[in-house]
Nanobody
Framework: QVQLVESGGGLVLAGGSLRLSCAASGRTFSSYGMGWFRQAPGKEREFVAAFSRGSDSTYYANSVKGRFTISRDNAKNTVFLQMNSLKPEDTAVYYC????????????????WGQGTQVTVSS
């Protein structure tokens, strides 16, 4: 069992930055592929960024590539999402998730989810 708790969301002006954190407890999260997803009102949950399982390879949605960076601190069981050059279309609830197998892009492959943190970008 893994528990995930996100923090760091808030209201920011377009062009600003935020750093989201996801603290994991329970089984060590180094054995899971960690990912970030987001869901805007009226839209489906979508992939944002992820680590490969068992390596430091990272993957990003095209919409955030070059602006967002996923990182982690294994000693603290925490994964981060640094978000720069934020745009109004980045407004969403952001979720941290952990998967034990399967493609990083597919929400159904993730076994554990956090409660989400709201990010609002105003123009």
């Amino acid at each position: 069992q893994v528990q995930l708790v996100e923090s760091g969301g808030g209201l920011v002006l377009a062009g600003g930055s935020l750093r989201l954190s996801c603290a994991a407890s329970g089984r060590t999260f180094s054995s899971y592929g960690m990912g970030w997803f987001r869901q805007a009102p009226g839209k489906e949950r979508e992939f944002v960024a992820a680590f490969s399982r068992g390596s430091d390879s990272t993957y990003y949605a095209n919409s955030v590539k070059g602006r967002f960076t996923i990182s982690r601190d294994n000693a603290k069981n925490t994964v981060f999402l640094q978000m720069n050059s934020l745009k109004p279309e980045d407004t969403a609830v952001y979720y941290c998730a952990a998967r034990s197998s399967g493609s990083y892009r597919i929400t159904g492959n993730y076994d554990y989810w956090g409660q989400g943190t709201q990010v609002t970008v105003s123009s």
